[in-house]
């Protein structure tokens, strides 16, 4: 193989646009593009997308790539898709989506879920999928199909997830992927396989379920048609793909269990690397995108709330806002001299998945000023963290570093906090892109560009500096998380209360609050 001329191509299918990344074979980025794609609204609950955009975004995304860099299309020695979770596509025999697709925000789904959960148990999905039964999840969206569009459920050849279904347009083939498996509860997550009994008991016929495949294998190759499309040659390998945030933790270099993917953006996040599955119903299990691996991810809203504070109190200084509020928060002393933060700006994910929790500042005075509010919402969103990061070691799950994504990473102070708070190293990769990276990475496994996971990291990342904990601040840090654990409990029946049945109609909840799957706005799990 002629290594100076192969590239591998990473589709990133996010829930607000696709983003198409070039890489070489050792992990530098030649390109990337993002198109945006709007999200559909149709009734109160409900949150659509259509697959035609996101095969359009990709098709336009890949043809500004070859324009761009000028790469011959032959050159490209395989390509990975990623992409969000619970996303519903209902495809007919010639593959063509009959309806938009129902996406993880969607929530119209509940009353089925209370159904199977009624009829099947609870424990018994949990058992088999390890993941509450809930409406993010593909498998209530399938049951509200045949129940209120039974002309569509009858045509349905595959259900299929988002990245599945830019892997059918560019291959012709139906795929789905083992860290996309827990999208549906007839999924087992021990077995990675089909439990076809438990999908008939649910009322979805097995044969809707498409072919599962580990995340680095060929699914096939480019079409002719997709080549016509897309400006790809055709013939060229097409991988599984996976899981966005399973492709984050591989493109942030976190192969090894317990190394810990974090994601510091509007939707923060963790995804711990397993070597068996570990169930915990305040968290979310997924196979992962390398062989015998799983993860165990949770997910917090905080990290926008820094956003907020820059959207309504900024001003005209917008533009220097992030350097001038890291500036600001410098200066106060751990723990915020008082100040406390609870992130829950729109209800809160995991662990404790409560729509009606609300954001907190705890001890505001006549002396506190902006740079205090600042250091209180950064150490509160490290709380959130350290929460999900307890409730997984607390089901004997190892934590060791973690690997640090996103916005919020590119802040020096905001991670030491992070580092302080949880105790634990953080290391910062090169790329901004690991999502796209880790589909990639995976092309390049399947395609024999590397030998396997471990290889592929050491060959394309790169960290650009390691954070390790102060003990001062970490014990500092201790007090204040327990009056942050505190702090929710006390206030949770009031929140329940002051938020309560208005909120709940509003259909926000899940929209906001649960972008990883879980609990928000579902029945009990079997806790």
């Known amino acids: ?260 993917q974090e994601q510091g953006g509007q939707a923060g996040g963790m995804s711990i690397v397993m ?30 709330s820094l956003n907020w504070l820059k959207r309504e109190f900024a001003g005209d200084a917008q533009d220097d806002f992030f350097a001038a509020a890291n500036e600001a928060a410098s200066r106060i002393r751990p723990g915020s001299e008082g100040l406390l933060f609870l992130p829950y700006m729109a209800g809160e994910r995991s662990p404790i998945w409560d729509p009606h929790a609300r954001g907190v500042f705890l001890g505001l005075s006549f002396e506190t000023t902006k740079g205090h509010m600042i250091r209180a ?11 999900n990061l307890v409730t997984a070691e607390a089901s004997g799950v190892p934590v060791n570093a973690l690997h640090s994504v996103g916005g919020a990473a590119n802040s020096t102070l905001w991670t030491q906090i992070k580092a302080d708070v949880t105790g634990k190293t953080f290391k910062i990769p090169s790329s901004d892109s690991a999502a796209a990276l880790g589909a990639a990475i995976l092309a390049g496994i399947g395609s024999g560009v590397y030998k396997n996971g471990e290889d592929a990291v050491a060959r394309t990342v790169r960290m650009q500096r390691e954070q390790t904990p102060i003990a001062d601040n970490e014990r500092i840090y201790r007090d204040v998380f327990e009056l942050y654990l505190e702090c929710y409990e006390r206030l949770k029946d009031l929140f329940q209360g002051w938020v309560g049945d208005a909120y709940e109609s509003s259909g926000a909840a899940c929209a906001e609050c649960n972008p990883g799957g879980g609990r928000c706005g579902s029945v009990s799990s079997a806790a």
């Not at 999928?129 to 569509?152: A, R």
């Not at 060229?236 to 492709?247: E, Q």
């Not at 070597?275 to 991810?297: A, F, M, T």
């Open 1 to 260: 193989m002629d290594i100076a001329n192969s590239f591998l191509v990473g589709i990133d299918v996010g829930t607000s646009g696709c983003k198409i990344a070039l890489f070489t074979p050792d992990g530098d980025i030649l390109f990337q593009g993002t198109t945006r794609y709007p999200t559909h609204y149709p009734q109160p609950g409900s949150v659509e997308q259509n697959p035609g955009d996101w095969w359009k975004a990709v098709c336009d995304g890949l043809r500004q790539m070859f324009h761009r860099t000028g790469i011959h299309p032959a050159h490209i020695k395989g390509i990975g898709v990623d992409g969000m979770s619970g996303a519903a596509v209902p495809v007919d025999r010639q593959g063509r989506a009959l309806r938009n697709a129902m996406i993880w925000l969607d929530r119209r789904t509940v009353r089925q879920c209370e159904t199977i959960a009624e009829r099947i148990g609870a424990e018994r999905l949990f058992a088999v999928s390890g993941n509450p039964i809930s409406p993010s999840y593909v498998t209530g969206k399938v049951l509200w199909i045949k129940e209120n569009e039974p002309d569509i459920y009858s045509r349905t050849e595959k259900v299929l997830q988002c990245n599945g279904y830019i892997v059918y347009k560019l291959t012709g083939r139906y795929s789905l992927d083992v860290s996309q498996g827990n999208g549906f509860h007839a999924f087992n997550i021990e077995t990675l396989a089909w439990d076809e009994t438990l999908c008939e008991r649910m009322g979805i016929a097995p044969e809707l379920l498409p072919p599962i495949y580990r995340c680095s294998d060929v699914v096939g190759e480019v079409t002719l048609a997709a080549a016509a499309e897309t400006g790809l040659a055709a013939g060229t390998p097409v991988v599984a793909g996976g899981l966005d945030a399973a492709c984050a933790a591989l493109g942030a270099g976190a192969v090894l269990p317990g190394e810990v």
């Open 275 to 304: 070597d068996r599955p570990v169930k915990n119903d305040k968290l979310i299990l997924s196979g992962y995108v390398l062989p015998d691996r799983w993860i165990l991810q949770g997910g917090t809203v905080g990290g926008g």
């Open 377 to 387: 919402i950064m150490e509160g969103c490290a709380m959130a963290l350290r929460h």
